[in-house]
Structure formats: C-alpha cells, structure tokens
C-alpha cells in the first residue's frame, strides 16, 4: 500500500501486526546514497568526489597565497573568488542532482508511445531509447552519457549541463592560473623581480607543471564533449560505435590464399 506524503511516497509493511512506514528511498535498490531524508542524492564514489573538492580547494588557495602576492594584479584577488566559487556550484550542482535515474517498474511516456518495451536485462526497469544500466550506481539513467566518478555519480540527462558547465568553469579558470605563472616567470626572466628570487621561480615552476597537467587533461575532455554535443551522441554511444567499427574490420579482414605460382614453387 502506498501512501503520498509531500515530497516522497510512503510504504507501507506490516510487521507482527505493527504498520511500519517507510520513505521510499529507504527501499532502493541501488547503490546511491542519501542524505537529510532522501532529500540529497549522490553516487557511491564519495571518496573520489571529496577529493575533486579538496584539490579544487588546494588549487586556489596555493594560486591566491603563492603566486599572487607576486603579481602587481590586484583584480585577480576578485577573479580567484568568483571562479573558485563558480567551480564549487558547479560541481556540487553536478553531484547532488539526480542524473535521471528510472526506478523498477516506472513506465515513461516515451515507452508507451513506442509501443515497444524494451527491459533492462539486470534490473528488469521498462527504458526507452538512449537509456543504459550503470554497473558502479546499479540504476537505470535515461540518456545515460558515462559515470564520473570525480563527481561521485552518473551524468545523464538531468546532470550533463551542469557537468559541461563545469568542465567550461575548471578550464577558465586553470587558465588563468598558467597565465599568471607564465606573466610570473617572464617577469623573473626581465630580472622585475629581485626580492626572493629563488621563491618566486620555485612557486612559479610547481604551479606551472600543476595546470598544465589539469590543463591539458580538462581541455581534451571538453574538447570532447563538445564534439559529442554537435554530433549529438553520448559518450557511451561514441566508444561502442568505435568498438563495434573495430569489430567490423576486424571481421571483415580474410586471410588471402596463396597463389598457384607459390604453390608450384613449393611443390618443387
């Protein structure tokens, strides 16, 4: 028996003749966490998701207390702020927004205009096109793009803005960052600064190698997905499409029989 009560649906059990109630949340079968109840949801790699955090934390607090003091910028004090606080939003958006999970037994509009069911093969969930199982979150997500596990939770259709948003936010501002450690370092080289040189390079070179590596990593991974965006696919459907393209060369690939000249040749 269920039971509607505000934000979330009652069931009902009955255990020795005692009505014990319970949020539906607390009967999910997969592997999400909630908080304040059910009212947060996230992903079950809480751990990873805590350490995206502390080094977007650690990121902006080397870069306002090493590098800026350096620099004659002051503006860059309120930059740093609003950056940092926009990666913060971003990335609490991405994790604590339901990706677009299908719970058991739910039925889309899309599927009964289909007319054709088609049945996840683990969870038995009714799923319309574009939707796909996670192995690490046990849910069905509906427009199922890839599971992040930075973000500590699937991105899908009700979280991919907030992920593409994101990325835009952490590439703008490691940025920034390496062009300042670059304006810092052409300013050692003129022979600017002459007060704790040796600081100012060391300061300057780990700050360097730090966003050039987040840099690089970040830019190829929007790089991506905004070809996904234009081409209009998911992650999970462009990797498939180019095993399955593997797949197909390699099937295709038939080994070519020897010539009756090398026949004749090795018969002799």
């Not at 306002?64 to 958006?93: E, G, K, M, R």
């Not at 590596?213 to 991974?221: N, R």
Request: aromatic share 16%; with cysteine.
């Amino acid at each position: 028996k269920k039971i509607r009560n505000k934000r979330h649906r009652r069931m009902t059990t009955l255990y020795h003749d005692i009505d014990a109630f319970k949020y539906r949340y607390e009967f999910w079968p997969g592997n999400n966490l909630f908080f304040f109840g059910g009212g947060f949801i996230i992903g079950p790699h809480v751990k990873q998701l805590r350490l995206s955090f502390l080094m977007i934390l650690f990121t902006w607090v080397s870069y306002v207390f090493l590098v800026l003091p350096f620099l004659q910028y002051s503006y860059l004090y309120l930059v740093a702020l609003i950056l940092f606080t926009i990666n913060y939003q971003l990335l609490f958006a991405t994790a604590f927004t339901e990706p677009g999970i299908l719970p058991p037994g739910y039925i889309t509009d899309e599927v009964l205009e289909a007319r054709r069911i088609f049945r996840c093969s683990i969870c038995d969930t009714a799923r319309p096109p574009r939707t796909r199982h996670c192995r690490y979150c046990n849910n069905c997500v509906d427009l199922f793009d890839h599971h992040c596990p930075w973000t500590g939770t699937c991105i899908g259709k009700r979280n991919y803005r907030y992920f593409y948003l994101f990325t835009w936010s952490v590439f703008i501002g490691i940025s920034i960052i390496m062009s300042s450690c670059i304006l810092l370092f052409m300013g050692l080289w003129a022979n600017t600064y002459t007060q704790l040189l040796w600081l100012r390079a060391l300061v300057c070179l780990i700050m360097f190698v730090w966003s050039l590596v987040v840099f690089c990593s970040v830019g190829s991974l929007l790089a991506l997905h905004t070809y996904l965006i234009l081409t209009q696919q998911t992650t999970y459907e462009f990797l498939n499409r180019k095993s399955e393209l593997a797949k197909k060369r390699a099937a295709s690939l038939v080994a070519v029989p020897p010539s009756r000249s090398s026949d004749d040749d090795s018969k002799t």
